[in-house]
């Protein structure tokens, strides 16, 4: 069976510090795996993705997320937050078939 | 780039009404998508359509029903709505094993 776990509902940061959102997944094939943002009212937007080629993936403003097979994870970063950083993060895998599995998102907040 | 454009940003329906939610996409992509999101469940599948008339279940199909009678467009219908349905809709669209591309979500309430 495919899951996404975002390990934390909820994460608080300040301006200019660095960013972790976390994300465990499980799947019986290699999957592709992605990170979206949603700020408010708003649909998804796609942040990063990897589908298997190199292990660190770099994404939009700034952010980027490691694949590490051994710890079944796919954690998010970033070096310094923005205000403008503040929204909710989701993460989702998918494993070659039409069905994309969501994490049930983290809520970032950028404190001034 | 990709667009996916929904019908309407927000509605209002009254119980029982028939309701449909409409999805565009200008990108040729082989799939479609529709899903629920609630506050603390995530995206919840509905419906997805890997070709013209072609549909499959997803998660939660009960009380929804769908059509794709051409490529670019899926429509969601709620053929007799009720309060439990008020929520945000998403619509997405993707080529096969690709990453999902979203529209802006419909904000359905239910009164």
């Known amino acids: 069976a495919q899951s996404v776990t975002q390990l934390d509902s909820h994460v608080s940061v300040s301006e200019g510090t660095p960013v972790l959102l976390r994300c465990n997944y499980s799947?019986?094939?290699?999957?592709?795996l992605f990170w979206y943002v949603q700020h408010p009212n708003k649909g998804l937007q796609l942040l990063l993705k990897?589908?298997?080629?190199?292990?660190l993936v770099k994404g939009i403003n700034g952010f980027e997320a490691e694949f590490k097979k051994s710890e079944t994870s796919f954690h998010l970063t970033k070096p310094s937050a923005h205000m403008s950083d503040a929204a909710e993060y989701f993460c989702?895998?998918?494993?070659?078939?039409?069905?994309?599995?969501f994490g049930t998102g983290t809520r970032l907040k950028v404190l001034a | 780039d990709v667009k996916v454009t929904q019908s309407s940003r927000y509605l209002v329906k009254r119980t029982g009404e028939k309701v449909f939610l409409e999805c565009v996409q200008d990108?040729?992509?082989?799939?479609m998508f529709w899903y629920r999101q609630d506050p603390g469940l995530g995206l919840r599948l509905i419906y997805f359509?890997?070709?013209?008339?072609?549909?499959e279940k997803g998660d939660i199909p009960e009380g929804y029903s769908v059509s794709r009678e051409k490529k670019e467009r899926f429509s969601l219908i709620l053929e007799s709505a009720s309060t439990n349905q008020t929520s945000m809709y998403l619509c997405?669209?993707?080529?096969?094993?690709?990453?999902?591309?979203f529209g802006p979500g419909t904000r359905l309430t239910v009164l």
């Open positions: 990108m040729d992509h082989e799939n």
């Open positions: 799947s019986s094939y290699s999957p592709s």
């Open positions: 997405a669209s993707s080529s096969r094993n690709n990453e999902q591309f």
């Open positions: 990897y589908t298997s080629a190199a292990t």
């Open positions: 359509s890997y070709d013209v008339k072609m549909k």
């Open positions: 989702a895998l998918t494993s070659g078939t039409y069905k994309y599995i």
